[in-house]
């Protein structure tokens, strides 16, 4: 009786031990890609098949074989089986990688949208700021050819004004001249009667006295 117990204990730590060695062993692994892979009961050609997995399917690494051909792996269905070492890869399949490759040209487009977008953003600014631009260059221009007609019309009432002013100058000149040449003429005029005028009446003045 104690024997069987002190064996029964025995068991249960190569049991115990088997599985600490087992998860200490167990490593992810893929099939390769460009091929289904069959499962086989042992390692050899000998045993018989048990199934099959697609390339890509990851598997679970439990054991190799002593002359490392096989290798006994596990796995998603739970299935223990033995394939070819030379048929797994330590690299995640297309398939466990298509995700991943996904979301990065996700990412990446939805990048190239916004620097798209923010590249249209800019773009429209200026466009926005180069018609505000032009709009105000046309309104300056509008003034600056409201202001030179003006300038014209003011240029030309002043030379007109100029002329008016010359113009009476000249007539007032003229006026003053023919004025003082009456003055002068009268004066003349007068200044040749009169010696003639004053004189006889003194003789008259004289002969009646």
Known sequence: MYKKKLLLVFILFLASL????????AADK???????VYL???????????????SGDKVTE?????????TRIKDDRNR???????????????????????????????KESSATQDKQTLIDD????????NQKIAELEKQNNVLQTQTKEQVSQIESLNNQLDERRQSLMLTWFTRGGLVAGIGLILGLILPLVIPRRRKKDRWMS
């Open 126 to 133: 200026y466009t926005s700021q180069l018609t505000i631009a």
């Open 80 to 110: 223990i089986s033995w394939v070819e070492s030379e048929l797994l890869t330590n690299s995640p399949s297309l398939k466990e990688q298509l995700p991943a490759l996904e979301q990065q040209i996700a990412i990446l487009q939805e």
């Open 18 to 25: 088997a599985m600490i060695s087992f998860a200490a062993f």
């Open 62 to 70: 439990l054991e190799t074989s002593s002359d490392g051909k096989y």
């Open 40 to 54: 086989r009961r042992g390692p050899g050609t000998q045993y018989g098949l048990i199934g099959s997995l697609k």
């Open 30 to 36: 893929y099939i390769t890609d460009d091929l289904s």
